[in-house]
C-alpha cells in the first residue's frame, strides 16, 4: 500500500466497571474494525489534554484481530481526566490518521466491602441464610447440588429461604457471597435435616357400600 490507511473507525467506552476491592476504578475502549487486507494492527493514544499525544508514540500497540483495549493497560495515575484516539497501520508501517477523539476521568482507588454468609440455620425443607454486607449474588453448594447460582435471591438482601426437601444421601450445604465486584468469600455450611418419610397419600375410598 503506497498511502496510509483511510480510517473511519469510531472509537468509544463501551464500559466503565465497578471497582474491585481496592483496586483502580477501569474502563473499556472500542473501535469499529478495518478491513484493509494488509492491516497489521492498531495504536491507542493517550495524553492528558485535548489532542495532545504525539503521533508514533502510542500508549498502546494491539493486533489487527483485536478492536477493544482496557485502560489498566496503559497504567494511568489516577484521579484524572485522559483524551483517547486511535490509529490503524499496516504491514508496511504506514498508519492513518487519528480516529475521533474521547475523553474519560479515571477514579481514584475504592474500595468495595465484601458479603459474607454469617450463619446457615438448616431445617428439613432447607436452610435460613444470614448475609453480612451488600451481596449481589449467592452461590449454593453441597454434596448432591453442584455449585451455583442460588435462583430468587435479591441483591442486598440480608436473609434468604433456601427450599429443598432433604432425603437419604444428603449431609451438608453451603453458601457463598459475592458482593458488586465479583469477589466470593468464605462459604457458610451446615448439616441438614432430615425427616422421615410422611405418608401423605390418603387410602382409597371404600366400595360396594350396602345398607340392608
Known amino acids: 500500500m503506497k498511502h496510509i490507511i483511510p480510517f473511519f473507525a469510531v472509537l468509544a467506552f463501551i464500559l466503565c466497571v465497578q471497582p474491585a476491592h481496592a483496586i483502580l476504578q477501569d474502563c473499556t475502549i472500542t473501535w469499529t474494525p478495518n478491513s484493509e487486507a494488509d492491516l497489521a494492527g492498531y495504536k491507542v493514544y493517550v495524553a492528558p489534554t485535548a489532542q495532545g499525544y504525539t503521533k508514533g508514540s502510542p500508549a498502546l500497540t494491539v493486533p489487527k484481530t483485536q478492536t477493544v483495549a482496557r485502560c489498566h493497560a496503559l497504567n494511568l495515575p489516577s484521579p484524572s481526566t485522559y483524551f483517547f484516539a486511535v490509529t490503524a497501520f499496516d504491514t508496511s508501517g504506514n498508519e492513518s490518521a487519528f480516529s475521533n477523539e474521547m475523553s474519560r476521568t479515571i477514579a481514584d482507588e475504592q474500595v468495595v466491602p465484601k458479603a459474607y454468609v454469617t450463619r446457615v440455620q ?27 447460582d442460588v435462583v430468587g435471591y435479591t441483591p442486598g ?37 432430615i425427616a422421615p418419610d410422611v405418608d401423605l397419600v390418603a387410602p382409597a375410598a371404600p366400595t360396594l357400600l350396602e345398607v340392608k
Not at 431445617?123 to 451455583?148: E, M, N
Request: aromatic share 8%; hydrophobic share 35%.
Open 122 to 148: 438448616t431445617d428439613a425443607d432447607g436452610a435460613t441464610v444470614t448475609i453480612s454486607g451488600h451481596a449481589s449474588k449467592l452461590y449454593v453448594a453441597s454434596d448432591r447440588v453442584p455449585l451455583q
Open 157 to 193: 438482601s440480608a436473609t434468604h429461604r433456601y427450599v429443598r426437601r432433604w432425603s437419604v444421601g444428603d449431609s451438608y450445604v453451603c453458601f457463598i457471597a459475592e458482593n458488586v465486584a465479583g469477589e466470593k468469600t468464605e462459604q457458610g455450611c451446615n448439616a441438614v435435616v
